[in-house]
């Protein structure tokens, strides 16, 4: 993705806890989402951080820092069927429109 | 229909044939958007439409055209598919193009193969 980095893969065990993290450099930011994308399926919402500080949402977590560029998603008790790819997403400003631009996604393998 | 769909779920495609892959959204979203996603490349934006009558090229426009004549529909021409265009394709769709949180919304997606 465009100026975005996030580590390429992760694995973790069944009920710990994981932080993917996400680092951009991006203009005319204002907010950062977090997909979710099984394999062979199309990405899901999960999260939308439009300010700085943490986002709880059961066991997801996204935490945005602005003027760092950093965000991370954080998912506790974890269960095998979180084995997906994490994409994160900040918008970008183009002309007048507002487009989001792709991270590569970090793969998620969760082992029992 | 729920949410947005895609049409059809996979084709093989002899290279030169015309092509065109359906994306119909009933949430009467105004944004709608075409994504290639190939391997060790990501998520890339072809095409958009901010709302009915306009469109936009993205990143990889080329050898792609669209169209928007109402809100829900947005299909996808490839006019001389070349095997580079084979790939796994998304429509999206969010409820507002330069506001609010464009939270998209994809479609299952069309796995397309060209040879």
């Known amino acids: 993705g465009q100026n975005i980095d996030q580590p390429t893969e992760m694995t973790a065990t069944e009920g710990a806890i994981v932080q993917i993290n996400c680092t951009y450099q991006?203009?005319?930011?204002?907010?950062l989402f977090w997909y979710q994308q099984h394999a062979g399926e199309a990405p899901t919402f999960l999260s939308y951080n439009v300010l700085d500080g943490l986002e709880e949402k059961g066991r997801f977590s996204s935490f945005l820092s602005r003027s760092k560029g950093y965000s991370y998603l954080l998912l506790k008790e974890l269960q095998m069927k979180d084995s997906a790819s994490y994409l994160c997403a900040p918008p970008r400003r183009a002309g007048n429109n507002r487009k989001l631009i792709w991270g590569l996604g970090t793969s998620l393998a969760v082992n029992p | 229909i729920a949410g947005i769909t895609q049409a059809p779920t996979s084709q093989i495609l002899a290279a030169g044939r015309r092509m065109t892959l359906r994306c119909t959204q009933d949430?009467?979203?105004?944004?709608m958007y075409w994504y290639r996603q190939d391997l060790g490349l990501g998520l890339r934006l072809i095409h958009y439409?901010?709302?009915?009558?306009?469109?936009g090229k993205g990143e990889v426009p080329d050898g792609y055209s669209v169209s928007r004549a109402n809100t829900d529909d947005f299909p996808l021409t490839l006019a001389s598919a070349v095997p580079s265009q084979t790939s796994v394709y998304f429509c999206?769709?969010?409820?507002?193009?330069?506001?609010?949180?464009?939270?998209?919304?994809f479609g299952p997606g069309t796995r397309l193969t060209v040879l």
């Open positions: 439409s901010n709302t009915a009558g306009t469109t």
């Open positions: 949430m009467r979203h105004n944004a």
């Open positions: 991006t203009s005319g930011f204002n907010g």
């Open positions: 999206a769709s969010s409820d507002s193009a330069s506001g609010g949180t464009d939270t998209q919304y």
